[in-house]
């Protein structure tokens, strides 16, 4: 793991990064750069996987200066539990897929009593997704969250994007928010949300939205759910 964050390192030209997460707490085998398959066609998983071992290096390479803080990404509270209950250093962060349609309100007062903090990735959805499935023969309906009426109705309120509403009904929440975006004029509109806030009627209404539809479910890895550690329900 040392080696691996000093090449990042390296590729970022930094000396350090601000956060360093266990992206899943599953783990998956690699066979030169690619996941390897068993006879049918489904990844291998990797039933090492030892969460209190890994998260111990984790806080070495904080020890080392080469990350500021460390935190979890698509943990459950039981496996936040079982790091919380065997580390020095505590958990900074979460990151969850976190939107009007997937709110998991429990997960997140969890982290608020336990003192860490949650950033919403997928915030807008991840139309990404829906590629990645489709590459390994996956066929899901991903909703359009910039097309539900509530929102677009909010947007044209404040003369605002249904994206910019999203973003701004996380925050008001109280969470971050990571959207993803290759679009110059996107990635500007999604740093013009702080000019505005949503009434506490408006962010009631948007959290009543929530069907737990989870669209990051990591179905392109075919098999993944197999593994003991796979944090979602199945």
């Known amino acids: 793991m040392e080696s691996t964050i000093k090449n990042s390192l390296a590729d970022l030209q930094l000396d350090y990064v601000d ?10 085998f690699l066979e030169n750069d690619f996941f390897k398959r068993d006879a049918d066609g489904l990844l291998e ?45 505590r958990p900074a962060n979460l990151q969850i897929e976190h939107h009007i349609y997937l709110q998991q309100p429990d997960l997140i007062k969890f ?5 860490i903090k949650v950033t919403a ?11 990645l499935n489709k590459k390994v023969g996956v ?10 009426p509530l929102v677009k109705q909010i947007a044209k309120n404040y003369n605002k994007t249904p994206a910019q509403i999203l973003l701004r009904w996380i ?3 109280g969470l971050a928010a990571i959207p993803k975006s290759t679009n110059p004029g996107r990635l500007r509109e999604n740093f013009n949300v702080f000019d505005f806030t949503l009434t506490d009627e408006e962010i009631k209404k948007l959290k009543s939205l929530d069907v737990n539809i989870r669209i990051c479910d990591f179905k392109f890895f075919p098999g993944v759910e197999r593994h003991p550690e796979f944090p979602f329900d199945v």
């Open 111 to 115: 982290c608020e009593n336990e003192g």
């Open 121 to 131: 990735y997928a915030p807008l959805g991840s139309r990404g997704v829906a590629d």
């Open 139 to 148: 066929e899901r309906d991903l909703p359009d969250l910039m097309d539900v």
């Open 19 to 28: 956060l360093y997460l266990i992206h899943v707490p599953f783990g998956l």
């Open 171 to 173: 925050l008001d929440c």
């Open 45 to 89: 998983i990797d039933l090492s996987t030892d969460h209190i071992a890994i998260w111990k290096k984790m806080e070495h390479l904080l020890a080392l200066g080469l990350t500021k803080s460390i935190g979890l990404s698509n943990f459950n509270q039981k496996q936040i539990e079982r790091v919380l209950n065997n580390c020095t250093v």
